[in-house]
């Protein structure tokens, strides 16, 4: 029994020192996969791939240039690269054109280099690319280890590479193509083995001997690829052959194999770790032991046997006591109540013994209260979705009159549920298999159905698996997302309604204005000889207004249409927009206009501001009450934002206008005074929101004004937004 038990630890030391590597080089392949998956999901590589299905290479929604998104991948890429120093290569390659190269970016000693569109290859013919029609959903690909290849032939010096493969598919759910990230084998391999030499021989090894080996007194690991002419790699070491997951004696070397699994069902790859110990030094603890152990069992066995005699029975007291209480309970959710006097070891343990199994008892009760007051319904079922328990809410939800429901099945519940097992160890690709959030069509016992949501997750007791689910009623969400559709068809058409009847009643109402402009020249002309200066002013005072109504309603127009269309962003340089907008200014000698020279460094879009800024320019300058003044324009770039000011030596306007001035018609001179439609303000406000920037107006109310307002960034290389009235 010592030498089973000796031999036995000495193999679980060995399997340990196995697995703990193992377990380094199953994170590594992890953080691979890991990788891929972010890629995938980068909303940068979407809209490269709806991109690529335009006929115009440019987005519908955004606008965005193909060779932009493909600039911004590359950068992404690089800086995956510089994360992970054993990557070599970051590729998007499309099915497109035989498979060629759409954006790629290598590193090596020399740095990260972002591959140009003339050198990028095409690689439909790859074992890589070719397999990916046949992979399931969900599936990625990891290539057997092959020397890195360019433009098909072996590429100088030698390097054993390592490809993962992750399917794209399209909006429509075709496959697009794939993210391929190359890894430097032996860098790979390199970087989970230990700074130390490890106390047992570890071999990192695949399916083609390719091996990286790390044993005791050994200084570094020493790198076999199967190709070379190494003494290690013409070795012993081939493939996987005559090892095991037990231990196995060969050659005089113990060694025990402990698979690596790479999440991977379709690659031919196959990656384990050896760990292995010279014959004699395996067992010599174990003879060494089984020696002492014998002569001393042999002295404690007639010892004790004296010994035990005289205090057995005063040690077993506690436990027996505590034995009878464990066997006959009064009610097994109430916790024991032993009375254990003794004050030595042996009550002691019973005292512990006790405690945690009233704390479990604790634990449970306080489980089973949770899930009897929880508001969803809790499931649990074994790997082939036979039912073992529900919860009462569940069984409300569900509308159960018996509770006789253990060994159903749970397809008589959700009649949509895959048939399908878990499997024992995983990797199984169906939706049982997959832990995470999934809606089914669930039936109750009345036969009415109802959505639902099921949170699912995996557990063992013991060897075998088992599935919880938390089912929540979606019904109210469902109700709900309806009612929003509806409020949003709703506000559409109130959009909608709301541009016909901008623009009607701007077009019906210009109409009589210009009948009454017309009418009002005739009456001068007809009159012309008898008309005194009253009635000629009273005349000019009509067309006066007239000019005005109808600049009211040009300005009333244009500002409803801020925001709701979008178009593509026409981007000019500081100086070019300037002039254009001073063009437009009231022509007035004595009012300086001064531009910071920032201005002229920057791009920016037309629209919005070409109206931001001569409705503000222009107000600096119709609002002076100087006849000679300054304005000052200037910009500040911000890491997100530009920010732009716009200040006078003016009037200043009061605080308590502040707010009231960026509102509809509102002006605080009469217009008699200063001609304007009282929009201004309001326009540049809304270009400003609309766009996402901020404004403010700065003055105390006596002598100066400051207007200063933010676009974003983001929005110089995308289309204006399209938002609700």
Known sequence: MTNHIVTQTAVERLQAEGRLFADKFQYEFSAIRSDALVLKEASILQRIIRSSRASDRIIPASGGKLEDLKAGLAVAFGTFLRARPHYTQLRLIGLQDNGRELVRVDSDASGIHVIPATDLQAKGQEPYILILADLAPGAFYVSPITLNRENGVVAKPNLPTMRLVQPLKDDNGELFGAIVINVDYEAFLRNAMPDSPPSVQITALNQNGDALVFGPNQAAPEFAFHLDETSLAQSQIKDFSGLTSSVSVSQGTASILIPVSTGSTH???????????????????????????????????????????????????????????????????????????????????????????????????????????????????????????????????????????????????????????????????????????????????????????????????????????????????????????????????????????????????????????????????DLKHKLDPDSRENLALIRNRINRMERLLDDLLEHSRIGRKGSEVQMVSGSDLFEEVRDLLPVTSGIMIEVGPEFDKIAMPVVPMRSILQNLLGNAIKHHDRATGRVILEVRVKSEALCFTVSDDGPGIPPKYHEKVFGLFQTLRPRDEVEGSGMGLAMVKKNVEVFGGTLHLISDGARGTTFEFTIPKFWLKASTREEAA
């Open 267 to 525: 690659s031919p790859f196959s990656f384990g770790v050896v760990a292995s110990l010279p014959t004699e030094k395996f067992l010599a603890p174990v003879r060494q032991v089984v020696r002492d152990t014998t002569i001393w069992s042999i002295m404690f066995i007639l010892i004790s046997t004296l010994v035990a005699a005289l205090f057995a029975r005063l040690l077993t007291t506690p436990l027996q006591r505590l034995r009878e209480e464990i066997l006959n309970p009064t009610d097994n959710r109430a916790p024991i109540e032993a009375v254990l006097s003794s004050r030595d070891e042996v009550g002691d343990l019973a005292r512990a013994f006790l405690n945690r199994n009233n704390a479990l008892i604790g634990e449970a009760n306080q489980a089973r209260a949770i899930l009897s007051s929880t508001a969803d319904g809790v499931l649990t079922m074994d790997h082939t979705g036979r039912l073992h328990s529900i919860n009462p809410s569940g069984i409300r939800m569900f509308g159960l009159h018996t509770l006789d429901f253990a060994g159903w099945h749970i397809s008589k519940l959700m009649p949509d549920w895959p048939d399908a097992n878990i499997a024992e160890k995983g990797g199984d690709t169906g939706v049982v298999g997959q832990a995470g959030s999934h809606e089914f069509l669930a039936h109750r016992q009345d036969g009415t159905t109802f959505p639902v949501d099921v949170a699912l997750s995996h557990f063992r007791i013991g060897d075998a698996a088992h599935l919880a689910a938390i089912v929540r009623d979606m019904t109210d969400r469902e109700e709900h997302l309806a009612e929003l559709n509806t409020l949003i068809g709703a506000l559409k058409r109130s959009n909608s309604e709301l541009d016909s009847f901008a623009y009607v009643a701007s077009h019906d109402l210009k109409a009589p204005l210009r009948v009454i402009d017309n009418a009002s020249l005739w009456i001068e002309e």
